[in-house]
């Protein structure tokens, strides 16, 4: 939770009158509100979360759960949550957090800019001693969030050090569907994944994807779009994405839903998550003075 006079001097610094305000969002986190003629949206500086993205005249796109936590040192429920430097669990170190540490974490608001009707929030973070305690790299991170007709966000991770390093990424997104039973997935038919139900078998997509049960799912080598065609709320989300090979599809499911305490037991039945990522043997490598950029694109369309 920020204090009250820091999130009004951050308005004062970085606002946009009727476009962009700083405002303490749940659990007194602070967070960017947008509201433009195209869209509106919200930006936590928790994680450099984005948790809801509304194009006018639609519903909104985002799911974020009803139970989720809003405090430092959790990760926030739903949206869009960063993972860095690692995906899932830490390989050789269970202790180490889920996904990583910034999603986890404040990050820092560097800009907003508005340009027609496209708003543009970016935030960063850097290496410190926490983040060394788990990884000894020296990074940048900027996550920028573009709000408009489409959805863009933008992770740019810089090595600042003397030594090369080995990291995994992903724009994990929930997205909201009416119903999971009316949802399918297309766009990675013919395409090979690990299947993290099945001890991690590699298996191949037949056609599109129809989640009948608990899901999750590393697509390997994917360049193309995803689109989730969803028959519930009558639309489709299109996900294209730039400098990502890896495509992670997951819900939960009846059984994993009711373990989770940050998750309702019946919420699986109106969510999925469609991550551009770059994970596994899909890893990046990255020299000194280098950056990466992962890149996803979301946008609505009637069904
Ligand atoms: C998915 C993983 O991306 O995230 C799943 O593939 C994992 O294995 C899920 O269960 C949620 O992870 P977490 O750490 O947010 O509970």
Not at 226 to 241: A, F, M, Q, T
Not at 256 to 272: N, P, T
Request: charge should be neutral.
């Amino acid at each position: 939770m920020e204090p009250k006079a820091a999130i009004a001097d951050l308005d004062r610094r970085y606002g946009i009158p009727d476009v962009a305000k700083i405002v303490a969002g749940n659990g007194g986190l602070a967070k960017v509100r947008i509201t433009s003629a195209a869209a509106k949206g919200e930006m936590y500086l928790h994680g450099a979360h984005v948790t809801s993205w509304q194009p006018r005249d639609a519903e909104e796109v985002l799911f974020v759960s009803a139970k989720s936590g809003w405090q430092d040192g959790h990760a926030i429920r739903g949206g869009v949550p960063i993972c860095f430097p690692w995906f899932a669990n830490k390989a050789g170190d269970p202790g180490a957090p889920s996904h990583g540490f910034v999603r986890t974490i404040s990050w820092q608001l560097e800009s907003i800019s508005q340009a027609d009707n496209a708003v543009t929030v970016s935030m960063f973070t850097k290496s410190n001693d926490m983040t060394k305690k788990w990884w000894p790299a020296d990074f940048h991170l900027v996550h920028r969030a573009t709000f408009a007709s489409g959805l863009r966000l933008e992770l740019v991770v810089r090595n600042m050090g003397t030594a090369s390093f080995h990291f995994e990424e992903a724009l994990h997104s929930y997205f909201r569907v009416g119903q999971i039973e009316k949802a399918q997935l297309h766009g990675l038919n013919g395409v090979q994944y690990l299947d993290k139900t099945d001890s991690n078998r590699k298996k191949l997509q037949y056609g599109a994807i129809a989640i009948v049960s608990e899901t999750d799912r590393v697509y390997l080598n994917t360049t193309g779009a995803v689109e989730l065609e969803d028959h519930g709320l009558r639309r489709r989300i299109r996900v294209d994405k730039e400098n990502s090979l890896t495509t992670v599809v997951w819900n939960p499911w009846v059984e994993k839903a009711k373990a989770m305490a940050d998750f309702g037991a019946e919420e699986w039945i109106r969510m999925v998550c469609i991550e551009t990522s770059n994970v596994s043997d899909f890893a990046v490598e990255l020299a000194p003075g280098q950056q990466h950029k992962i890149q996803s694109t979301v946008r609505l369309a009637d069904l």
